[in-house]
């Protein structure tokens, strides 16, 4: 059945109500997008082993066993790869060690201006700019040092759960970082002992292998991901610009991407996607695939002469649903297929590409190509 011109209808600029109220609907659940171990610290074990043991009940198993773990699982070569949260104890202790080498670096540049000082009073004893100058850096040191001391305190007493003998007798700067060194091994040896015995009790495997994402790893990828998001639409912008030279047609093009985002997010938070590796891989693609379906839209709307304007942005849309609806199609099946044999990855990126594939459908054409043919029909009746 055909679908009738929906953009002669002379209400049309009010469809872009659909993709804005689909907008504020996603930035309320935004803030309910959960961090999974790649982005917010934690631990992938490989277990090899020949159990055959549902992925779903072994998930639960090791939820049950280890608290707040979080895991999800995943078939590996010869075995099973499992991924937990990163321990809360740990992960305190390991930025209360950061801290202390912080101040560590403070103390020492301190020592070194009051050596400085020291050592040029010794030809001018009287400077009263020297004396005040070595009075402050031997205050600022004694400071950084008392900060150092409790930074480290701070670390033996969030290990205490895992290390609960752990000594600390540090006296000098050295020793005090060096006793924070060995509670935080101490720490994630006794971790990783106690999940391989809890995952022992659960699944018989011969070898594994334990890899630990820190926290302030986690953060650093977390901002790259932010700066990669944001180069990316400001290379966007610049190329948009440069084709249509116009500011209105460009900043729809960049607003349909940001949109087609902004409700794939909002579907991570209502139906519990995490944001990972995986699924920031599905946003990029995203980004890819709205920027194509608006720009071959505004193009069309623009650049070309053939019929209305109205009729262009009618045969621009089945071109695009075309387009659209295979790609729904596709990942649809990756979509069913992942959650069959339980593949976190490809879940979590079909997930993701469903959710702004269906955003970009109203967005795109509700919404994008509603205002560039606003744009060029306001253009027409200007001349």
């Not at 040029?120 to 600022?140: F, V, Y």
Request: net charge neutral; aromatic share 10%.
């Amino acid at each position: 059945m055909q679908i009738p011109n929906f953009y002669e209808n002379r209400h049309y600029k009010l469809f872009v109500l659909i993709p804005v109220a689909l907008l504020l609907i996603s930035l309320y659940f935004i803030p309910q997008i959960q961090l999974d171990s790649s982005l917010r610290g934690g631990i992938t074990i490989t277990l090899q082993s020949n159990s055959t043991m549902d992925q779903r009940q072994l998930v639960s198993l090791i939820d049950a066993k280890i608290p707040d773990a979080e895991s999800s699982v995943a078939q590996a070569p010869g075995g099973i790869s499992i991924t937990i949260a990163g321990n809360a104890s740990v992960a305190s202790a390991e930025a209360s060690l950061l801290n202390a080498y912080s101040y560590y670096g403070n103390y020492t540049q301190a020592r070194y201006v009051a050596a400085g000082a020291s050592q040029a009073l010794q030809s001018q004893p009287n400077n009263a700019t020297l004396q005040a100058m070595l009075a402050g850096a031997n205050a600022n040191a004694s400071s950084y040092l008392a900060q150092l001391n409790s930074s480290i305190k701070a670390e033996v007493a969030a290990a205490s759960m895992l290390v609960p003998n752990a000594a600390y007798n540090g006296t000098s700067p050295e020793s005090m970082l060096n006793a924070g060194k060995s509670v935080l091994s101490q720490a994630n040896n006794a971790y990783e002992a106690k999940v391989i015995a809890a995952l022992h009790s659960i699944v018989p495997f011969s070898t594994y292998s334990y890899q630990t994402v820190t926290a302030t790893l986690s953060n650093y990828f977390l901002s790259q991901v932010f700066d990669i998001i944001i180069m990316s639409f400001v290379v966007v912008a610049i190329i948009v610009l440069f084709v249509f030279r116009n500011f209105i047609p460009s900043m729809t093009v960049v607003f349909g991407a940001a949109n087609d985002l902004i409700i794939a997010l909002g579907a991570m938070g209502i139906f519990g996607i995490p944001l990972g590796v995986a699924s920031i891989g599905g946003l990029l693609m995203l980004i890819g695939y709205s920027i194509d379906t608006d720009i071959l839209s505004a193009m069309k709307i623009l650049k070309r002469h053939e019929g209305t304007p109205e009729e262009r942005a009618y045969g621009t849309f089945k071109t695009g649903m075309t387009m659209t609806t295979t790609a729904l199609i596709v990942f649809s099946i990756l979509f069913i297929v992942s959650y069959v044999s339980f593949i976190p990855t490809y879940f979590e990126i079909s997930g993701v590409v469903l959710a702004g594939l269906v955003g970009d459908i109203l967005a795109t054409w509700f919404g994008n190509v509603v205002l560039v043919l606003w744009y060029k029909k306001r253009k027409e009746h200007a001349r």
